[in-house]
């Protein structure tokens, strides 16, 4: 009885819906108004994309190689299909289709990986609202059904009311938007190649002097596509852009249970992340506040009897960004990157995300080995840079605690860093220091005013200053101007900007709460941008990957450094393997108090280190041969000469390995405590192709054979893997090159193999 009334309800649902397409024109001043494109523009649009070479593969054509192994067989192109109508922006991986006459809408995004259209329904390109009124960017409207698309049924769409037409387009080549400084090592120096195509959209009389310039851009080598836009105000008179929507897209479920609770029904299976990230956290999945999965009422024939499945992907910014274009001014919007998956295997999906940093953020690769120096006094700085420079360290933070305050811009106190900066110089060691911004009580007339308290407090950190006061303005101008005359080359930022709103109007560089999140989000990120191209290496513990930040926390309680030291070997190792899955070694931070840090007293610290020798040369081992930098924090690397030859032991090894320990991480088991644990870093474009890390908690020596994963080396028929720095044995590899290896590891110890062509 139930799902009849819910069918009849569904069958009345469907028939008005079927009289709104039929009917979907909007009256103004009792006329219904279509709006279409001049002829002029559809001649000059035929006339152009004729000139494009034509796309021939069949949406069925699945790309006959394994582009995280030979990503260089993948080239990005902008072409055109066979009738002319559409334009095709694809490379090896990845395509969008676009119908460009009677408008600018998406009619294809193809998983060439799988040989599969991801869409289920033609969809715009998004939404604007001007001066409140609601506008489309493109799109058609007509499609008799929503499950999927016919290709005849396209050429019967109409253009959508109150929408910006398409009348031209450009083609160019991917520019580097953040020029970054490339000042210190890193895994990846290129800059992300590929192609651009902006189309250029036309409002109509309404808004015949606003125009929109969307930008889509396809990479060599990733299957990423990436999206934004430009609205310029060519009237003479300001309009205010109160709201937008960046994409629209109709993807068709992976699944859609007749009931249940939509929230734990399977999304699309792909990757959507935006440059506009703030959340105060660790990584883009706590942090997104833009990606918004939601219904579609006008989808009846759907499984969900109260058609709940979220099956359409919005991005949009959550409030704003309510921002005034002035005459002859443009308002450009964040970019949003779109990168489909060709399986849910969580290992194989976590190295897609890690060479999308690499590639599109390749700053994140740079990985300076430093020291968290908890004191600013002169003796103990040159003391440290000295011992740096003897064991092969790179960089000095100043960090919390240490005495060193950026926002202090007198003469004496840049005079006194300047010093310290220039003897660090001298020796081959760069120098930064800390700076805490969020979490900060300053007055009630600089935080944050709360929307729902009208008062400070109660935001993300509790309470913290708002960037765009005055206060905030003058901040970033002393950080900024202490970066400059000290000549330092770091800047760890903690509490960054967590997305906090302000519903202040008496701050002077926003107007209220809808454009402050936005406004503030700009500003912060303003400086890293300006950091990441005057080579200022970026330690932030929030997620700003795609602005210029070099580093984020690796996820940790602060008070598990307090735990004895034996338990903070295990931790350490279940941090290094849980927390780098989706993200790269080289953009993470660990912990290694050698100093009391959250409480813990002796039984958690390595002071005096040579007292407690074997937790310091393991903590060593397991972060750097994970890759990962660690925040030894302390007033020194060493204090007798048996831990300082420890510490130059393991520098000189990292950085003899140090090409293969930043590449990718295939996770071979986790730490439990209970048997061997381990991780392996494969790089098919290295001399080593991979190199295994093994652990042994137990007490007692232990001897496994272990079936050794080497797809991801690229290698075929026969390795070559060598124990340390042994003498390397020949192995064969099996059908899913895979290789038997017999190690053995001694009671709570490790060992370590190299994989070689």
């Known amino acids: 009885m139930c799902r009849t009334v819910l069918f009849i309800i569904g069958l009345i649902v469907f028939a008005g819906n079927v009289r709104a397409q039929k009917s979907e024109t909007l009256n103004l001043g009792g006329a219904s108004v279509v709006p279409e494109q001049t002829a002029s523009d559809v001649e000059n649009l035929k006339e152009k994309v004729q000139y494009l070479p034509v796309y021939n593969a069949l949406i069925s054509d699945k790309t006959d190689f394994d582009w995280l192994l030979t990503p260089k067989m993948s080239r990005a192109g902008i072409y055109r299909s066979a009738d002319g109508k559409s334009i095709v922006v694809a490379n090896s991986m990845v395509s969008r289709t676009f119908r460009i006459i009677p408008n600018l809408a998406t009619v294809d995004f193809t998983n060439r990986m799988l040989g599969e259209s991801m869409l289920r329904a033609v969809s715009g390109e998004g939404e604007i609202w001007i001066d409140g009124e609601l506008w489309q960017i493109g799109g058609l409207s007509g499609q008799p059904e929503r499950a999927y698309l016919k290709e005849e049924w396209i050429d019967e769409m109409e253009t959508v009311p109150n929408s910006f037409l398409l009348e031209d387009f450009e083609i160019k080549p991917i520019t580097e938007e953040i020029k970054w400084a490339r000042s210190r090592w890193a895994l990846n120096k290129e800059a992300a190649t590929g192609k651009e195509i902006v189309f250029f959209l036309r409002g109509n009389e309404a808004l015949e002097s606003v125009n929109v310039k969307l930008h889509v851009a396809v990479y060599d080598e990733i299957p990423v596509i990436r999206k934004w836009m430009e609205v310029e105000n060519n009237s003479a008179k300001p309009v205010n852009i109160d709201r937008f929507k960046l994409e629209k897209l109709a993807f068709a479920e992976p699944e859609s249970p007749s009931g249940g609770d939509p929230a734990t029904f399977l999304l699309p299976n792909i990757h959507v992340e935006s440059d506009y990230n703030c959340k105060g956290s660790f990584t883009e999945k706590e942090t997104d506040i833009t990606e918004n999965w939601v219904t579609d009422s006008a989808y009846t024939s759907q499984r969900n009897y109260r058609m709940e499945t979220r099956c359409v992907l919005e991005v949009a910014p959550p409030i704003g960004p309510d921002q005034t274009i002035q005459p002859g001014n443009v308002f450009r919007s964040f970019s949003v990157y779109e990168m489909p998956f060709d399986s849910f295997d969580r290992e194989r999906k976590g190295l897609f995300t890690r060479r999308f940093y690499r590639t599109i953020a390749p700053w994140t690769t740079e990985n300076p080995i430093f020291l968290h120096l908890t004191s600013s006094n002169p003796e103990e700085v040159r003391r440290a840079v000295d011992q740096c420079a003897e064991t092969g360290y790179e960089m000095i933070i100043l960090s919390f605690g240490s005495g060193a305050n950026a926002e202090d811009i007198s003469e004496q106190n840049i005079a006194k860093f300047k010093s310290l900066v220039d003897y660090a110089k001298s020796k081959g060691i760069e120098m930064g220091c800390y700076s805490l911004l969020a979490s900060r009580w300053i007055s009630e007339d600089v935080d944050v005013i709360n929307p729902k308290t009208g008062k400070r407090g109660g935001m993300c950190f509790g309470s913290s200053p708002c960037l765009c006061s005055d206060w905030g303005y003058e901040y970033f101008k002393k950080i900024k101007t202490f970066i400059e005359r000290t000549g330092m080359t770091c800047f760890e930022h903690d509490g960054s900007y967590p997305g906090d709103v302000c519903a202040s109007t008496k701050h002077t560089y926003h107007k209220g709460l809808n454009d402050s999140q936005w406004n503030q989000f700009y500003r912060i990120t303003e400086l890293y941008h300006w950091m990441c191209e005057n080579g200022i290496y970026l330690n932030v513990p929030d997620f700003y990957f795609l602005n210029g930040s070099t580093k984020t926390s690796i996820g940790y309680r602060e008070v598990n450094w307090s735990l004895p030291r034996e338990r903070q070997l295990i931790h350490t190792r279940q941090l290094n393997y849980d927390c780098t899955w989706e993200r790269i070694p080289s953009s993470l931070w660990s912990f290694v108090p050698l100093v009391e840090y959250h409480g813990g007293g002796a039984a958690a610290t390595l002071e005096p280190l040579s007292e407690h020798l074997y937790e310091y040369r393991t903590l060593m081992f397991q972060n750097y041969g994970a890759g990962i930098q660690a925040c030894y924090r302390g007033p020194r690397l060493y204090d007798t000469p048996e831990t300082k030859q420890t510490v130059q032991e393991i520098i000189t090894w990292y950085k003899k390995y140090r090409r293969i320990l930043n590449?990718?991480?295939?996770?071979?088991?986790?730490?439990?405590?209970?048997?061997?644990?381990?991780?392996?870093?494969?790089?098919?474009?290295?001399?080593?192709?991979?190199?295994?890390?093994?652990?042994?908690?137990?007490?007692?020596?232990?001897?496994?054979?272990?079936?050794?994963?080497?797809?991801?080396?690229?290698?075929?028929?026969?390795?070559?893997?060598?124990?340390?720095?042994?003498?390397?044995?020949?192995?064969?590899?099996?059908?899913?090159?895979?290789?038997?290896?017999?190690?053995?590891?001694?009671a709570r110890g490790y060992t370590w193999y190299v994989v070689e062509e």
Not at 702 to 731: D, N
């Open 663 to 746: 590449s990718d991480i295939i996770h071979l088991r986790k730490p439990d405590a209970r048997d061997w644990d381990g991780i392996m870093h494969v790089n098919p474009e290295e001399k080593e192709k991979a190199l295994a890390l093994f652990f042994n908690p137990t007490d007692e020596e232990i001897t496994r054979t272990i079936s050794l994963p080497l797809y991801y080396t690229g290698l075929q028929g026969k390795v070559r893997i060598r124990e340390q720095e042994g003498k390397p044995r020949t192995y064969k590899l099996d059908c899913r090159k895979n290789t038997e290896l017999t190690i053995r590891i001694p």
